[in-house]
């Protein structure tokens, strides 16, 4: 009996041109999985937690994260993801202009999975794909094997 699902693709990203180009890099790095886009954080965290379709009811998801959003910052977010309940083992990508190793630390301390910087250039991109491709077929699998 196989219980997986598809994952879904969540992007919060603010800049319409950098959504656009990400997904065209994961669509040619051979990733189909459906992407839901949001602009800002508010509306993001709604799906993540109160969607019908959202994680939290049904199924897997993998976050790629803009760190500068016009309602709040993306640490925060992370730090709701990663901190407690239904979404802390949700892989989480973090995508942003800044490569201060502050914030990059910060990040991997408050627990993100990949972080990269934009502009991104497609071949570090693919890396980070590869990566998400590993994290997309690892959370396919149940938490527990059917007896």
Do not use: W
Request: hydrophobic residues 35%; glycine residues 8%; charged residues 20%.
């Amino acid at each position: 009996m196989n219980n997986q699902q598809p994952v879904t693709i969540v992007m919060i990203e603010d800049d319409e041109g950098h959504a656009r180009l990400i997904e065209k890099n994961i669509r040619r790095a051979g990733i189909s999985n459906y992407i839901r886009h949001f602009t800002d954080g508010t509306s993001a965290l709604d799906y993540l937690y109160n969607g019908v379709d959202g994680p939290t009811h049904n199924g897997p998801a993998l976050i790629l994260l803009d760190l500068n959003l016009p309602d709040m910052s993306g640490t925060d977010i992370l730090a709701k993801i990663k901190g407690e309940g239904a979404l802390k083992r949700t892989p989480v990508v973090v995508l942003t202009t800044t490569d201060d190793k502050i914030e990059i630390q910060r990040c991997y301390d408050l627990g993100c999975n990949v972080y990269i910087t934009k502009p991104v250039n497609y071949e570090s991109f693919a890396d980070a794909i590869r990566q998400l491709g590993l994290f997309l077929s690892v959370i396919q699998v149940p938490d527990f094997p059917e007896a």
